[in-house]
């Protein structure tokens, strides 16, 4: 079957340190790879994506990098800002059964101290 | 710019009543669905769309109905509920079934039920 791990959470950080949220996946076919960020009290919103191995998605100083050999997509940013604060979620998406089929982990989340 | 608009933003229960949790979008979206969301499991998807007059059951459907009369509405009914169900529910949309197309999400829906 197809499942999403993630690191759990709360991330507790300093402004301006760097970041890794860990995100590793199994999936039955060639899947298209994404993060997705919740904010308090809201949905959740795209961040970024990745459609194939070895692309770099990026938005809003995040990136992650699609790792086909160790089935991975972990989420960086060299400096983050308290308004980073948030539950950031990888999910992937897959052809299953002739239906597209979204996984999504378990969500991780990031507290940013000033 | 609404998006993905649901409501009501809370509600409470009694066990064995039924309500829909109203979801519309404006951007002409073939694809909606329904998750709900519980602490450290992610998004189960419940029921989906993939057009007006057509729907499909996730991976969680059990207590849940579902309709899609025009393109831009897609109501989750419980038939009667249960503590169970207690849970936070968002609608999402993307313009079609495809492994690249984005989710977009509403607010949701805070669910008690007693």
């Known amino acids: 079957g197809n499942s999403v791990t993630q690191m759990e959470g709360p991330v507790t950080l300093s402004e301006e340190a760097f970041l890794t949220i860990n995100c590793t996946y199994t999936a039955t076919g060639y899947p298209s790879l994404f993060w997705y960020v919740q904010y308090p009290g809201e949905g959740l919103q795209l961040l970024l994506k990745a459609t194939k191995a070895d692309d770099k998605g990026s938005n809003k100083g995040f990136e992650a990098t699609y790792r086909k050999e160790t089935t991975s997509f972990h989420l960086e940013k060299g400096s983050v800002q308290v308004s980073d604060s948030a539950v950031y979620f990888c999910a992937l998406s897959v052809w299953d059964t002739g239906r597209r089929a979204l996984t999504f982990g378990s969500g991780t989340r990031l507290q940013v101290q000033p | 710019n609404a998006g993905v608009t649901q409501t009501p933003k809370f509600q409470v229960l009694k066990t064995g009543q039924s309500m829909t949790l109203q979801c519309a979008q404006d951007?002409?979206?073939?694809?909606m669905s329904w998750y709900r969301q519980d602490p450290g499991m992610g998004l189960r998807l419940i029921h989906y769309s993939v057009g007006a007059g057509i729907t499909d059951q996730g991976e969680v459907p059990n207590g849940y109905n579902v309709s899609r009369s025009t393109t831009e509405d897609f109501p989750l009914r419980l038939l009667s509920a249960a503590p169970s169900q207690t849970s936070v529910y968002f609608c999402?949309?993307?313009?079609?079934?495809?492994?690249?197309?984005?989710?977009?999400f509403g607010n949701g829906t805070r669910l008690t039920v007693t």
């Open positions: 951007m002409n979206h073939e694809y």
């Open positions: 999402a949309s993307s313009s079609r079934q495809g492994l690249n197309s984005p989710l977009h």
